[in-house]
């Protein structure tokens, strides 16, 4: 399995503009996760599906924010508005739900709001 | 609430010495403990997990963790480092649901080490 694969790496925007960052899971992984990355924040959770459905999102900062799920094998983060602010590094991570084990991350998407 | 803690946000060790990264949780229900390590511009990835059994797991690239369930911590330790373990490192907590397990992440502790 090639892993979770997130695209695009990098992307570079005008505050305003709408920015869509996407995942594609483990195959046979049921639970996925969005995180984002700062220096001042760490890693925080902004929301995990189980089975492409929202279990929690309370981590998603503002309803600039939105995820969806619409089947196993495909997520999208989107941000409408852009704001300077949201500029992080956005990481993708998929699991086996009921099994406890770890999750995989893919490599992120760095994204810079100008 | 639950959370993982922490306590270091930057470790300096010279190459070949020993290091331990601290790591303190505070959870109501069972849970499952973690190390992942970030190089840099890269994702996270595994370095050890506790489930279950012994107290005393090993991962990759020598590492070696021990969960104490009295003082709820999960250190992690390697006896000699190397310039290659220069990375960021997360400890995190999966919290025990069966139906809708949530995985929370400390701060994280760089670790640089010097020649």
């Known amino acids: 399995d090639a892993g979770v694969i997130q695209s695009p790496r990098h992307e570079v925007t005008e505050m305003g503009q709408e920015v869509t960052l996407r995942c594609k899971p483990i195959?046979?992984?049921?639970?996925l996760f969005w995180y984002r990355q700062t220096m001042m924040r760490g890693l925080e959770l902004l929301i995990y599906f189980n089975n492409n459905v929202p279990i929690d999102d309370s981590g998603m900062p503002e309803d600039r924010f939105s995820a969806k799920m619409p089947n196993a094998s495909f997520s999208t983060l989107k941000i409408q508005p852009s704001e300077p602010r949201d500029s992080a590094v956005y990481f993708c991570a998929t699991q086996i739900v009921g099994q406890n084990t770890e999750a995989f991350f893919g490599q992120g998407t760095r994204l810079t709001v100008v | 609430a639950q959370s993982v803690t922490q306590l270091d946000s930057q470790v300096p060790v010279f190459e070949e010495a020993p290091v331990e990264l601290r790591c303190n949780y505070s959870?109501?229900?069972?849970?499952?403990l973690f190390w992942y390590v970030q190089y840099p511009n890269q994702g996270l990835q595994l370095l050890l997990k506790?489930?279950?059994?012994?107290?005393l797991v090993k991962g990759i690239n020598g590492f070696e963790a021990e969960f104490n369930k009295s003082q709820t911590s999960f250190h992690l330790r390697k006896p000699s480092v190397h310039i290659s373990d220069t990375a960021e490192y997360f400890c995190a907590v999966n919290l025990g649901y069966s139906s809708a397990s949530k995985i929370i992440f400390g701060s994280g502790t760089r670790l640089s080490i010097r020649p």
């Open positions: 959870s109501s229900v069972s849970v499952y």
């Open positions: 195959s046979g992984h049921n639970s």
């Open positions: 506790y489930l279950s059994g012994s107290t």
